[in-house]
């Protein structure tokens, strides 16, 4: 409905002189005609709704529908703690009978049979409770010292570790010194060469390993563990800080947009991060990457066992299995 240009002039003169020339009653009677109907009240929609007129038909309908949500959930939950039951015994039957009992050698006759090896092994942690206290770190630390030792036993010479926080980076030497100490139990005065790091940080070697490396060229002993510590900072902030410096290196004539290929890209990133994983082993009962670095993950066997919780040997042989079998068909 379009305003009249009475009323319009008549408004505008009042707002000319500052509302002084109508009162609130008579604009408020100049805009009604104009403004939409209020919506009726609570008590007026409760009483043009129309009545249930069945009662009982809608009582029997709802006590049907929660009789048949009740079954349904009862067999689910049912389904759920059989199969958790199952996969708990059999993780612990598993467990041990292969157990490693923190000696190297049978670590190598698990391994022996196996048709290949990872040579670069990569694994998801996860921080218990958020870090809130000095256990959860501890936790932590031991199982990485853990999945060190295994991979040194199993002759896996590279390994990483991806934690999302990046908790561990700051405690960079003390990790450091815990898988030295692990190493040291299980192989003794003669533990294989150890090397940590994380991008952009440099990385801690052990005191012995240079004299290690000259032994390692003469083929005396070849062993030596590179471990590399990840956090969500090297996946996605990663590929973004790239495509900036590309993106500026373009602008400044340095680099023509034919030159940015995916073996350049991929290098960069090789470079800045790591290579890609030849086997990422899952420890959590579901396949939950939680921001690991997504490029280096294009061709990498990923592995988990439903159920499971905690870090636990069985699971890291279980995978070792399951990639020795594996086809590596690389998109063929």
């Known amino acids: 409905m379009p305003f009249k240009q009475k009323e319009v002039q008549a408004y505008r003169r009042d707002e000319m002189f500052g509302h002084q020339l109508l009162t609130p009653e008579e604009r408020i009677k100049m805009l009604k005609p104009y403004l939409p109907p209020l919506p009726p009240k609570a008590s007026q ?21 929660l009789l048949v949500f009740t079954i349904i959930h009862t067999i689910f939950s049912l389904y759920i703690k059989t199969r958790q039951a199952i996969h708990a015994i059999s993780n612990r039957i598993y467990s041990v009978l292969h157990y490693h009992h923190h000696t190297p050698e049978y670590i190598e006759r698990d391994v022996k ?3 290949r090896l990872p040579k670069h092994l990569s694994v998801i942690l996860t921080l218990e409770d958020d870090g809130r206290g000095g256990a959860a770190l501890e936790r932590l630390v031991n ?12 002759g896996i010479p590279q390994l990483s570790i991806y934690e999302k926080s990046g ?3 700051g405690y960079l030497e003390e990790t450091h010194r815990a898988v030295s100490q ?25 005191a012995f390993a240079s004299s290690r490396a000259g032994r390692a060229e003469s083929g005396k002993d070849a062993k030596h563990l590179s471990v590399l510590l990840l956090s969500a900072e090297d996946g996605r902030d990663s590929l973004v800080d790239l495509t900036k410096t590309l993106a500026e290196m373009s602008q400044r004539s340095k680099l023509g947009p034919a030159d940015v290929k995916m073996e350049l890209i991929d290098a960069e990133l090789s470079e800045s991060v790591m290579g890609e994983p030849d086997l990422l082993l899952l420890f959590g009962p579901h396949i939950e990457l939680a921001g690991y670095p997504p490029w280096q993950i294009r061709l990498t066997e990923i592995f988990h066992v439903q159920d499971n ?3 636990g040997y069985q699971v890291f042989y279980r995978g070792l299995q399951k990639y020795a079998q594996a086809q590596m068909r690389m998109g063929r």
């Open 45 to 65: 929609r409760a009483a043009l709704e129309p009545k249930p007129r069945f009662g009982l038909r809608r009582f029997l309908k709802n006590q049907l529908h």
């Open 182 to 206: 692990k190493l040291a139990a299980y192989f003794g005065p003669k533990p294989p060469a150890l090397s940590m790091g994380a991008p952009h940080l440099r990385a801690i070697e052990s």
């Open 113 to 115: 049979g196996l048709g």
């Open 309 to 311: 919780q905690g870090v």
């Open 167 to 169: 908790i561990l980076k």
């Open 143 to 154: 199982e990485v010292s853990d999945v060190a030792a295994w991979c040194a036993s199993a």
